[in-house]
Nanobody, 115 residues
């Protein structure tokens, strides 16, 4: 069983920044996929960014503002979010996998962008 612990969410003003962290209870050096998703009230969960090996990808809505990175020495994936907008308000979830043929999700962290 893999545990993922997310942190870094909170309330920020438009134009501000936050950095989300997702720490895994296992080594991430051999894990193929690490990514972030978000879900706003009334919406389906959507993909935000991912790191597949050394290749990073971003949803068009966050490209140029968000940066995903992974530190395998700390078994952690990060999401640096800059120039935040009110429409970025959502619960953010990390996802990693496969590990032992299973994908795992974090518990979610709330990000609220409001003045």
């Amino acid at each position: 069983q893999v545990q993922l612990v997310e942190s870094g969410g909170g309330l920020v003003q438009p134009g501000g920044s936050l950095r989300l962290s997702c720490a895994a209870s296992v080594s991430t050096s051999g894990i193929f996929f690490m990514g972030w998703y978000r879900q706003a009230p009334g919406n389906e969960r959507e993909w935000v960014a991912s790191s597949v090996g050394k290749i990073t990808s971003y949803a068009d809505s966050v490209k140029g503002r968000f940066t995903i990175s992974r530190d395998n020495a700390k078994n952690t994936v990060y999401l640096q979010m800059d120039s935040l907008k009110p429409e970025d308000t959502a619960v953010y979830y990390c996802k990693i996998g496969p590990y032992d043929r299973t994908d795992y999700w974090g518990q979610g962290t709330q990000v609220t962008v409001s003045s």
